[in-house]
């Protein structure tokens, strides 16, 4: 991803730690999205669409090893 992209990377990030973290608990999640509102644009969905492509390749990747390794 382009250096334009690593702060939504980072946002979105950190969105995921603290979901898992907080156990989905909203009153942890909506100040993380209010304080960085200004980043729920375009550019958000295309890094968020880029890191499931990425996150996508690295599983298949993984899957296809470990498979592998069992034959």
Same mark, same amino acid.
Do not use: C
């Given at each position: 991803?382009?250096?334009? %992209?690593?702060? *939504?990377?980072?946002?979105? =990030?950190? %969105?995921?730690?603290?979901?898992?973290?907080?156990?989905?608990?909203?009153?942890?999640? *909506? !100040? =993380? =999205?209010?304080?960085?509102?200004? %980043? =729920?644009? !375009?550019?958000?969905?295309?890094?968020?669409?880029?890191?499931?492509?990425?996150?996508?390749?690295?599983?298949?990747?993984?899957?296809?090893?470990?498979?592998?390794?069992?034959?």
């Amino acid at each position: 991803m382009g250096d334009d %992209l690593r702060d *939504y990377r980072e946002f979105i =990030l950190e %969105l995921l730690r603290a979901e898992e973290e907080s156990g989905s608990n909203v009153a942890v999640i *909506y !100040p =993380l =999205l209010k304080a960085r509102q200004h %980043l =729920l644009n !375009p550019q958000f969905a295309k890094a968020l669409s880029l890191m499931a492509a990425e996150f996508s390749t690295k599983f298949r990747e993984i899957w296809v090893i470990s498979n592998t390794a069992q034959i």
